[in-house]
């Protein structure tokens, strides 16, 4: 029924269960969804991931999905309106998929570089990422899906991330890593996810943190649903403020809280308060109601999202809008009149990454590669060469282009599921070789994929199988991989997701079609993912690098792709190195040193080093654009669109330079010793000159910076105040800019950054035309937390205006003074 349920109607509906059904509620039916109650006319709630798109409940790729840019991209767009649009589409395909809740967004930062899952974070500032967050919470939710901001708290990086014990001090916890998740709750998330990590001795899922700041000063109403597994207690978790166990069926709650609470050491008040939130949420979505309207828990049917013409349009517009132009020496836009030849590179081409690694990932119906699009941007009036460069990495899953199911001959592979004596139980065709959830009958021992593979070139072929337990690869009958491969990590996103593959190598005659057979047996405790993959010959670098460099020699301009593969930005998985995997380094100086008017395009998640950056004529940075990568990402190339991302995270010239970077713990603790001092932040303290600061990026004008406004005086207790900064559109085409404003206070008795994001406003201009931004700096802004005091404090005195494009440009700049300040609300 989409409404506030009263507290009144909360405590009739509590009346009417007792201790077993109320704890029942507080586990999972199942891995996605919750239990219903037809006592008080409760129905399941279905939960999916995730940040760029709704799976579902299912990994399965005949069940496609909408594919969103990553949440970096997000971060990119310094544009809230759009990223709302953006959350209603999440909140249309959640109801075209029947789920409830959306397990987004993820608002922990990028504090190091190195960390594996930043393309699921928007940004590295505490204040970018909490109005971003905001912003999708309040697209999601008001289409009646509800939203859930996690990884709550500090859950910033993934190695030892099940155990890690986070060490912050209280300050910086207040001011950076809870501030966005402060900032989800006053725009109204009904769900915060406790992550897998402890913060300051104790594991997120027992914190005294999931009570205060976030229940009682905040005023958060909702449900603290657990990252899945990562409640491992019965009564130091239930008397925390976690309220909802996933996933089920069972628990460390299940009949041990109701003997907790029976032996007096769970108060019976407790498990009410998790029992009412869970029933307010319930209201939130639409399942409390009569018995009839929620007996199946079955959402009225939305728009096939999927297939709408509004959808493509959106997702093409989004890319652009977070794709960054890093550096232009004039070469962008391409103007296609003037192309007879374009040479684009790499593969990343035909093969983009749309979208980063692990638990978040979907399948999306069709992607646009930006090889095709540029094709079709041109059409036909310029000759487009393809040249794939170096390989990358370990080869991918079996896709259905190059193989078949041995059964019916369609393009696939053919899926099977055994009973210990060999006895078929299932048998499906499915698309690809990566299957993380084969069904499991009674009875089922082994799964199999099995597919004819047609190679395309002769020579040494590697293939593999990715899972745990006993696994055998044959060939042809020949046996690559007969072994036990036992299961030493309880990582969900490994078990379940991107498990270990074990590769081995085989000749193979060009077009001479053979027969591919993998199995692995199911064991207690290691999922029943496989994965196999089969990949040609590896090309030789140097001849193709030398290929490349050639058909840029010969072309008017060249593209060349480059960026992370599967293995080198996912969940579970912190990166070691900032280079690009492989040759492309190699790749991207060849083509600079043949064609000067070479545009890079990077196609990652999170920084990567450039250090050829100088050599290029334009270096673009796209992220993980999902499934409108290609029209998108032609759309800037060609000047349809402007490029409109900024920085939302410092790119330092190389991994050595960057000011915070750790994220292995030593002895299972993780102390973020640089306090308040990560990001921007960061590299203002230490004097470094990153090689592009947090903010930047470029459009196709070029903006005068001409005047700034700010209040001279402020009392202390002011909700916020407004600067105005006017600029001047100086270009020859009409352009956004980005106007951001920085605070500053050099002779501050308390430490500060040497400054630090205070508000932003975007600006539209035609050329000669000037715009005044308007932007408001909340009251949050001026405040620090005293630990002495436990509580907000403003500091009395000057504080610097900062205004420009940019963490390190500074244009413009006024002055505050703040007066006397006793204790400052939130």
């Known amino acids: 029924m989409n409404e506030q349920v009263t507290e009144e109607e909360l405590d009739r509906l509590l009346e009417k269960l007792d201790l077993r059904q109320k704890v029942r509620l507080l586990t999972g039916a199942t891995t996605w969804r919750t239990h219903g109650e037809p006592a008080v006319a409760l129905g399941w709630m279905a939960t999916s991931d ?37 959350g209603g589409l999440l909140a249309s395909e959640a109801r075209r998929k029947g789920v409830h809740i959306v397990l987004a967004p993820t608002l922990n930062l990028h504090r190091s570089p190195l960390g594996g899952r930043h393309f699921e974070c928007f940004s590295e500032d505490p204040e970018l990422t909490g109005r971003t967050g905001a912003a999708l919470i309040r697209g999601i939710q008001a289409h009646g899906t509800a939203a859930t901001a996690k990884h709550y708290v500090a859950n910033d990086s993934e190695t030892e991330r099940l155990t890690v014990d986070v060490r912050v001090d209280e300050r910086v916890l207040r001011e950076v890593y809870l501030a966005p998740f402060e900032a989800a709750v006053e725009a109204g998330v009904w769900l915060v996810m406790a992550g897998y990590n402890g913060v300051n001795g104790a594991t997120m899922t027992e914190s005294p943190l999931l009570h205060e700041p976030l229940k009682s000063e905040w005023g958060f109403d909702g449900v603290v649903v657990s990252d899945w597994g ?94 960054v132009l890093l550096h232009n020496r004039g070469l962008l836009p391409l103007d296609p009149a003037a192309l007879r030849t374009v040479a684009v590179i790499g593969a990343h081409a035909t093969d983009p990454r749309v979208q980063g690694g692990g638990s978040a990932g979907v399948f999306p ?26 390989a990358l990495t370990v080869p991918p899953p079996l896709r259905a282009a190059q193989c078949r199911n041995p059964r019916d001959g369609l393009a696939g592979v053919l899926l099977r599921v055994l009973d210990a004596a060999g006895e078929e139980l299932y048998a499906g065709h499915r698309l690809s070789g990566c299957q993380l959830e084969p069904p499991r009958p009674p ?36 046996a690559l991989i007969d072994g036990e491969f036992p299961c030493e990590t309880d990582d969900p996103a490994v078990v379940h997701v991107s498990p270990p593959v074990q590769y081995a190598r085989l000749p193979l005659m060009a077009a001479h079609a053979v027969r591919v057979v993998a199995r692995r047996e199911l064991s207690e405790g290691t999922g029943r993912a496989v994965v196999v993959t089969a990949g040609p010959p590896p090309v030789e670098s140097g001849p193709a690098i030398a290929r490349a460099a050639d058909a840029a020699r010969h072309a008017d301009a060249a593209v060349v792709f480059v960026g992370t593969t599967q293995d080198s930005e996912r969940e579970g998985h912190d990166r070691t190195s900032l280079a690009l995997p492989g040759d492309q380094d190699e790749l991207v100086r060849a ?39 290609g029209h998108g990402i032609a759309d ?176 413009l700049r006024a002055a505050v003074v703040v007066g006397d300040a006793g204790r400052s609300g939130r």
């Open 50 to 86: 995730g940040p760029a798109g709704v799976r579902g409940e299912a990994w399965d790729e005949r069940d496609t999905s909408v594919l969103l840019p990553s949440a970096s991209a997000l971060g990119a767009m310094w544009d809230e309106g759009l990223v709302a649009r953006l």
């Open 230 to 323: 990562a409640v491992r207690s019965t009564v130091a978790s239930a008397l925390a403020g976690q309220d909802l166990v996933m996933p089920g069926p069972g628990s460390a709650w299940d009949e041990a809280l109701v003997r907790a609470v029976l032996d007096g050491e769970v108060p019976t008040g407790a498990v009410d308060d998790k029992v009412r939130r869970l029933l307010r949420l319930a209201g939130r979505v639409g399942v409390l109601g009569s018995p009839d309207e929620v007996a199946s828990s079955v959402r009225p049917a939305a728009p096939a999202a999927a297939h709408s013409r509004e959808v493509p349009s959106l997702l093409r517009r989004a890319v652009a809008a977070g794709s």
């Open 365 to 390: 119906e069709n992607v646009i590669t930006p090889l095709d699009a540029v094709r079709a941007a041109l059409g036909g009036g310029s000759r487009v060469l393809h040249v794939p460069g170096p």
């Open 443 to 478: 009875g089922a021992h082994v799964v199999e994929v099995s597919a004819r593979l047609l190679p395309t070139v002769g020579g040494e072929w590697t293939f593999g199988i990715g899972g745990f337990g006993r696994m055998t690869l044959t060939v042809d009958g020949h």
């Open 591 to 629: 083509v600079t040193a043949a064609n000067p008017r070479t545009v890079v395009v990077l196609n990652t998640g999170g920084p990567v080093e450039t250090p050829w950056r100088a050599d290029a004529g334009a270096l673009l940075l796209t992220w993980f654009p999902g499934q409108e990568a």
């Open 636 to 811: 800037v190339l060609f000047g349809r669109a402007e490029p409109g991302g900024r920085l939302p995270t410092t790119w330092g010239a190389a991994l050595a330079d960057a000011p915070v970077t750790g994220t292995r713990p030593e002895g299972g603790v993780l102390p973020y010793i640089e306090g308040l001092h990560i990001g921007h932040r960061a590299w203002l303290r230490e004097g470094r000159e990153p090689a592009y600061w947090f903010g930047h990026g470029l459009g196709y004008t070029t903006w005068a910076y001409e005047e700034v406004t700010a209040p001279a005086v402020l009392p202390a207790d002011a909700d916020s105040f407004t600067v105005r900064a006017r600029v001047l559109n100086t270009g020859e085409r009409r352009g956004r800019e980005v106007v951001q404003v920085y605070l500053a206070r050099p002779d501050s008795a308390v430490e500060r950054p040497p400054r630090w994001l205070a508000g932003y406003a975007a600006v539209e201009a035609d050329p000669g035309e000037a715009a005044t931004a308007a932007i408001t700096v909340p009251a949050r802004a001026l405040r620090h937390w005293s630990r002495t005091d436990g509580g907000w404090r403003v500091e009395p005195g000057t504080y610097q205006v900062i205004v420009g494009p940019s963490a390190g440009a500074s244009p």
